[in-house]
């Protein structure tokens, strides 16, 4: 089973689980509260944007605001087992975490002292997972980047394994993710109705560069000046391009 690719970070041990991740960075987005004083009314401009489908398997159905939390509620076909894994928690726990604690468009939201909480359902109504973040947890938040960029990238490959092949568009899907060292997370993507004596890649550098610039999931990564190398094979593995994006092509 494949999912669909940037939408975000970064955010991943079993299948799916890498667009999970990024289901939950990508209200960041959208979550500023100009010139909205109180939580709740932080959730309802949230709201007009609800229901909201994050992915293929994950609908933000609302944000409701309880006395001083906001509660991100989503509904998921996703398995218990995405959760059940240790290393996989910390790893979203530590990249939701830096989010909240840096991400500009949360400001109104910290500095209401809001506890937030992202709320996992299935289709049953079985709550599957609670992410909770108090004001104490992110105004006293020292990122710690996963030690530096490189372990990043290797912890960010290595939990991404079971998640291959990851579509990112019509018969188009990235079947390899690696890193070189320092900086450099290079993908390899098969467009496998394509061939490379007739006819052009669809996917050009200025569409990934934007969705670079504009999904809050990829916060640390863009932190982090990540070089980001994609190299395009036909169905026959010929190689079609080969794109290149540096942290000044997608500086903010």
Known sequence: ????????????????????????????????????????????????????????????????????????????????????????????????????ATNIKMKEIRESNATIIYRYKDTEEHILLNLKYTPEDYNTYQPTKLENGYSYLMQLVNTSKDTLPISIAKNIYITKISAEYPDTLKYTVKAENLDATKEEIVIKKEMLINRLKERGTFTLLRDYKVVFCYEFFDKNNILMEKLMITPRDYGL
């Open 1 to 100: 089973m494949s999912n669909t690719f940037l939408n975000n970070t970064f955010m991943l041990f079993k299948k799916n689980a890498i667009q999970f991740y990024f289901s939950i960075c990508v209200i960041f987005s959208f979550s500023q509260c100009n010139n909205i004083s109180t939580i709740e009314k932080c959730a309802l401009n949230i709201n007009k944007d609800c229901p909201l489908k994050m992915d293929e398997y994950t609908l933000l159905l609302n944000a409701k605001a309880t006395g001083d939390t906001l509660v991100f509620n989503y509904r998921t076909t996703y398995s218990m087992d995405t959760f059940k894994d240790s290393e996989y928690l910390k790893f979203i726990n530590e990249n939701s975490l830096y989010n909240i």
